[in-house]
């Protein structure tokens, strides 16, 4: 198919990419529930209000971004250290939303890259990049009108029923979040050595760091700020990565 | 100092569409320096393992069920189950450990 082509069908396959978009936002939207559930109840712990843990979610829509957030609220960091410690737990999206822009039509209007840039977590940056050609932004908004609702009532819901559930039930999902995370980096693990040992080496040190005297006094925010930058730099340079692929989204 | 709580979300929902965003709309040509792009390939592995353990033995009531938690998922994940699957076997696992222990 020629790039005028693909065009004209992407122009005729709004209604139809918009109601695929839906349909794939389901088992995301599911797995959001129950992942932001658990958000919810950290949300809870560090002393937001359910309004409050609604705006977090519904304005950011990203599980370790909003998790490293009411880590420092929790701790009553600085603003800065907010500003810092968001900017690391999100900094995976630079890359994804870069590589989404090498796949939007140069003629979409900046409008459509502004929204999609709204609806830009790991799972749908997933979905969109799998397609072929260029990315149909009304896609990436079925996606996440679909997914993003269940993200932000799993976060409310969590926000209150954390209060109101049994312990053994709260403990029991406030391991879900970590379920997710776990799921996203040992199958990026088992196909590239060095982030298998990256991800070893992380473990180490992060459990090192929260029990040496002295370092385990530094606030938990800026602990994973350090130990991301020192390790991944440390790759970086020592082990370059090849290949094209730009993010393995775990799914 | 007391912070308000809306100041934090402010700045945490500023950083985050920033980072969505920016590469989008401003950044239209590649990004070639290898050092960089490596960087970015491996911060969010980095970042989420240093964020999982050792919070997640932390986070249960008994840390004998984080560990169990950690080690199904790991295990799951492994053997490549889904996003979901893995999340759920993992509080699925802690509840059965302290159904025991607690």
């Known amino acids: ?251 | 100092m007391e912070i308000n709580t809306y100041f934090y979300l402010t700045v945490m929902a500023l950083v985050t569409y920033a980072v969505r965003v920016l590469p989008l709309v401003l950044i239209k040509h590649e990004i070639k320096n290898r050092t960089f792009r490596s960087f970015l390939y491996y911060v969010p592995y980095v970042t989420l393992a240093v964020m999982t353990f050792p919070a997640i033995v932390d986070a249960t009531q008994s840390p004998i069920a984080g560990i169990a938690a950690l080690i199904i998922g790991v295990l799951l994940a492994w053997l490549g189950a889904k996003l979901f699957t893995v999340a759920a076997c993992c509080c699925v696992a802690v509840l059965i450990v302290e159904f025991i222990l607690v």
């Open chain 1, 1 to 251: 198919m020629t790039r005028k082509n693909k065009e004209i069908v992407g122009v005729l396959n709004k209604k139809s990419a918009f109601l695929n978009g839906l349909r794939d936002g389901i088992p995301i939207g599911l797995g959001y529930f129950a992942v932001s559930f658990s958000l919810g109840i950290e949300a809870q712990n560090a002393g937001l209000s359910f309004f409050e843990s609604f705006l977090a979610s519904f304005f950011c829509n990203a599980s370790a971004g909003e998790m490293a957030g009411f880590t420092v609220i929790a701790a009553k960091g600085t603003l800065f250290e907010m500003a810092l410690i968001t900017l690391i737990a999100n900094i995976r999206y630079v890359l994804m939303s870069f590589a989404i822009g090498q796949r939007v039509n140069p003629k979409t209007s900046v409008i459509h890259r502004f929204l999609i840039a709204y609806g830009l977590t790991d799972e749908i940056f997933g979905i969109s990049i799998a397609k072929s050609g260029y990315i149909n932004p009304f896609y990436s908004y079925g996606a996440i009108l679909c997914a993003g609702p269940c993200w932000w009532a799993g976060t409310v819901i969590g926000n209150i029923a954390g209060n109101l559930m049994p312990i053994r039930l709260v403990s029991a999902f406030s391991v879900a979040l970590y379920g997710m995370f776990l799921a996203i980096i040992i199958p990026a693990g088992k196909k590239d050595r060095i982030i298998a040992a990256l991800i070893a080496i992380s473990f180490a040190a992060s459990f090192s760091a929260s029990y040496i005297p002295f370092i385990c006094d530094i606030s938990t925010g800026t602990r994973i700020i350090v130990l991301t930058v020192v390790i991944s730099l440390a790759a970086a340079i020592l082990f370059p990565h090849k290949g094209e692929e730009v993010i393995d989204n775990g799914n």
